[in-house]
């Protein structure tokens, strides 16, 4: 398939930190994607939240399946815009390789914890893993992956770090954070995908989890429309048929909305080249009445899912684990992996930079089976089976 001129191509790809001799049948980015497959923490990424803990039933979203739906969206976008396809899978499929145990209540906590150490970033840390932490080659650590995908996943980041990136990397993957320029359109494409995914998802696993009640989305115009769209058209669906269907209509409204929004501020803008384009404003986005209505299914997830009292519920116990955690840790690093340890033998930031990364890297099973090792304490199964009451 062609390419678009403003579509990044990896025959012009700025390469890797250490530069590699070319594969015989696979371009730089379908590598990158290869190599992040094949990662420890892809494999990860099945045991760990999304918004439900991973005990919680076997049918909810965990990390690894949102990042392969925020990669089906993503390439289903990406082809009718001429962007590269690979590039984004490889984006998506480890946008999130850098997330903690438990969700964002997790990483709060982590971030907590590390608040005089530099702080925990999960978008840095996903670079981490994959500049720093993955030990799979014999030359070097990490995955050494293409500029253009260490980008994308690079999604935020303070100025502080990212001062810190461009003293590393001078004109690398922080370098934008300080001169206000935008990432690749792909990788502008794999956020849009993101929020696609898991506004809808969180919807599905809400309902299913009878945490939320298919009437209280009756004030959510971007579900309700197409809720009543499919029962005018199937007046007797009901229950998980109808939840589908009103989730199918409203994704796809929302890839086709990005699809004809991007088409539009392309022509506008007339970016000459994948450069050209990352110095404009975000190319890839919704229509203005889209981005309200995704805004306002947002603000009703976080109010009505996120807060909910039972999800806030073992938030507070997954940030008591990771904080447990950290503390045990520092003060015994020993009690991690050798590696780790090493790392954490003399104190300072250091230390807890490596117990961060140790912590980070667990899965939620890992990290409730350690905190009960070395705490004595059990805390994860108060709600097992409690949420998994599938809607009939
Ligand atoms: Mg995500």
């Not at 923490?41 to 949102?66: C, I, M, P, S, W």
């Not at 995914?197 to 969180?202: G, T």
Request: glycine share 6%; net charge negative; aromatic share 6%.
């Amino acid at each position: 398939m062609t390419l678009a001129p403003y579509a990044c191509d990896p025959e012009r790809s700025r390469g890797r930190i250490r530069s590699e001799p070319r594969a015989p049948t696979r371009n730089a980015f379908q590598r990158d994607r290869d190599r992040i497959v094949h990662s420890t923490a892809f494999r990860r990424l099945v045991y760990k939240t999304q918004v439900f803990l991973n005990h919680e039933g076997d049918l909810f979203r965990t990390r690894l399946t949102h990042s392969i739906e925020v990669a089906q969206l993503g390439r289903s976008i990406a082809r009718a815009l001429a962007l590269n396809e690979d590039l984004v899978e490889a984006i998506a499929l480890a946008h999130d390789l850098g997330h903690t145990p438990f969700g964002h209540a997790g990483q709060d906590a982590l971030n907590e914890c590390m608040r005089a150490h530099g702080g925990f970033e999960h978008n840095l840390q996903s670079l981490r893993v994959v500049d720093e932490l993955e030990e799979r080659y014999p030359e070097h650590d990490g995955l050494n992956l293409s500029f253009e995908t260490r980008e994308g996943i690079l999604k935020h980041c303070s100025r502080r770090n990212a001062e810190l990136l461009e003293a590393r990397e001078p004109g690398g993957v922080g370098r934008r954070f300080l001169d206000g320029t935008q990432p690749g359109l792909e990788a502008q494409l794999c956020n849009l995908a993101d929020e696609i995914a898991y506004n809808a998802h969180d919807i599905d696993d809400g309902v299913r989890s009878g945490l939320l009640q298919l009437e209280q989305l009756r004030d959510v115009p971007l579900f309700e429309d197409f809720r009543q769209q499919v029962l005018g058209q199937h007046p007797q669906l009901q229950g998980r048929r109808l939840l589908y269907e009103s989730i199918r209509r409203m994704l796809s409204a929302q890839v086709y909305d990005v699809i004809d929004a991007t088409r539009a501020a392309l022509e506008d803008a007339q970016p000459v080249d994948a450069d050209a384009a990352r110095r404009c404003p975000p190319l890839v986005r919704f229509s203005e009445a889209m981005r309200d209505q995704s805004t306002a299914l947002k603000r009703f997830l976080f109010a009505n899912l996120y807060r909910h009292a039972q999800v806030i519920d073992t938030t507070q116990q997954a940030q008591q684990v990771v904080r447990e955690l950290f503390a045990v840790y520092l003060e015994s690093p020993a009690e991690m992996q050798t590696g780790f340890a090493t790392r954490a033998q003399h104190g300072g930031d250091a230390a807890a930079r490596a117990v961060a990364d140790y912590i980070a890297g667990m899965t939620d099973r890992f990290a409730a089976r350690e905190h009960e090792r070395l705490t004595g304490q059990r805390l994860w199964l108060v709600h097992a089976g409690t949420v998994d009451r599938a809607v009939e």
